[in-house]
């Protein structure tokens, strides 16, 4: 028998035979909780034998559930019942809380959450289920978190039980134990009724001619009139419209991806559109699209990889867009005089950063600065560690989700196809500022701090830990990615002793 408990979203007086945390009310006596006491929504929590239990208010009222209700409160739950696993959540919910914490004991974490107003089953007697407490009470499952899943909405399989909080996507090839990457983005829960533009929060797939439900077929926005809509405001109630609407009549590159399984689409100027219906805005990308105030249909979306799946309905989708920055063309050589090459005002550059094999941890270190003038920057977004060998990308800095700048352009040439293939890690801690390499379009894409001036010096360290670097699948080796051109030249050194 699975082990739960009942809770509601209070913002009256305690209720007689609850305890209350900040806005929660959390079910502790025998009481018919289906008769709702206190005159509020009661939800049955998720199986707390599964893993520790962290409940969050969600004032927006946007918690999906099996009855189609406004619910104001949501779960995360780690993916092991263990300390170090509830720590990670932990640490990733501080984060999430806008005030990163790193937590030395599960008490101290425990004790965080509660200060904060989250309640958290660690250290929680578990309460002995029965038929008129719990089971007439409809059930709130827990919402994905990358503590839970391992990654951010990345169900990812590893050979060991340690976790990771690093926003990942797969390799496009599904495999047992799937390589990780780290992926930008805003996040949008996938519904497929109403079938109407979607709420805040809130993205949908329109379908096949005659079928009134939205679709999970991601892989079909090449087709005529499909298309994926979403709201301005993603699930973190933050309006992005600033954001996607720099794209909107570029040559884009979008990336979906949903519990690790993503599809990356390239767009005409005509593929990304902003919509407004009644007091709601949002986008909407695909092909063959009209929506006021402009209903002529337009744009035209190709397919560059598929997801190995259809989408699932219920689940975030995160939505990240670059442009496409066409090659520069190749200068015929003159003959002229030698005259001295101009320098460009930013200080000598120079970044390098080691990968070493530490006790039982592998430690990737990096420090140096960079010169940015010859790329271009093409957007903000979120990120926190981890890598890809088999892609060639990774990143490095606090173990928490960060703000980055994203830099891409046409010089940017030289780099190296991968540096191994072998499985994802656990983070086990990060520090200093957040930098790496991404994939672009139609090359690299380089990430550092929000706001970061060519010429500064930045560091990083982020620590997998019980690991090596054999079994991470790293190839030894020295791997550099460069770009610029004349004094604007600049490179990223990786060692992996």
């Keep these: 028998m699975s082990t739960v408990r009942p809770f509601a979203y209070n913002l009256g007086l305690p209720i007689s035979g609850t305890t209350q945390l900040g806005d929660l009310a959390i079910g502790v006596d025998n009481l018919d909780y289906s008769e709702q006491p206190g005159g509020v929504q009661w939800w049955n929590g998720p199986d707390e034998d599964l893993g520790y239990i962290i409940t969050h208010p969600t004032p927006a009222g946007n918690q999906p559930n099996q009855l189609g209700i406004p619910a104001y409160l949501g779960f995360w739950r780690s993916k092991l019942k263990t300390e170090p696993s509830f720590i990670t959540i932990a640490q990733w919910v501080s984060a999430k809380h806008g005030s990163p914490q790193i937590f030395a004991t599960g008490m101290d974490a425990a004790t965080w959450l509660n200060n904060n107003g989250y309640w958290t089953s660690y250290n929680q007697n578990a309460p002995t289920p029965t038929p008129t407490s719990t089971q007439l009470i409809p059930t709130l499952t827990p919402t994905p978190t990358p503590t839970e899943t391992e990654v951010i909405l990345t169900p990812t399989p590893t050979p060991t039980p340690t976790e990771t909080e690093v926003i990942l996507t797969p390799t496009p090839t599904p495999t047992p134990t799937e390589t990780s990457l780290p992926v930008t983005g805003y996040s949008f829960n996938l519904v497929d009724l109403p079938y109407n533009f979607p709420s805040s929060g809130n993205t949908i797939m329109n379908n096949s001619s005659g079928i009134q439900t939205g679709s999970t077929e991601i892989n079909e926005l090449s087709g005529a009139s499909r298309g994926l809509y979403f709201n301005s405001i993603d699930l973190d109630g ?260």
């Design 238 to 497: 933050v309006d992005r419209t600033s954001y996607f609407s720099a794209f909107t009549g570029q040559n884009i590159t979008v990336t979906f991806n949903q519990n690790g399984n993503v599809a990356i689409y390239s767009g005409d100027t005509n593929s990304l559109k902003k919509w407004i219906s009644g007091s709601d805005t949002g986008f909407v990308f695909g092909t063959g699209i009209g929506v006021p105030p402009n209903p002529a249909p337009s744009g035209n979306a190709t397919l560059i990889q598929s997801s190995p799946v259809n989408y699932t309905i219920g689940l975030p989708v995160y939505i990240s867009i670059s442009l496409d920055t066409p090659p520069t063309p190749t200068p015929t050589p003159t003959m002229s005089t030698p005259t001295p090459t101009p320098t460009s005002g930013v200080p000598p550059t120079g970044f390098t950063v080691t990968v070493s094999q530490v006790g039982s941890d592998v430690v990737w270190s990096g420090s140096g600065s960079l010169n940015l003038t010859d790329l271009t920057l093409v957007g903000t977004s979120t990120i926190s560690p981890g890598f890809a060998s088999n892609l060639g990308i990774w990143a490095v800095g606090p173990n928490s989700v960060e703000s980055v700048d994203n830099y891409e352009g046409a010089s940017f040439t030289v780099y190296p196809a991968s540096f191994g293939n072998g499985p994802s890690a656990g983070v086990l801690s990060g520090s200093g500022s957040p930098f790496g390499i991404l994939t672009g379009s139609p090359f690299r894409t380089v990430i550092v701090p929000t706001g970061y001036i060519s010429g500064t010096q930045i560091s990083g360290v982020t620590t997998y830990g019980t690991t090596t670097i054999a079994a991470l699948g790293f190839i030894s080796g020295t791997y550099t990615w460069s770009w610029g051109s004349g004094p604007n030249v600049s490179s990223i050194t990786l060692i992996i002793e």
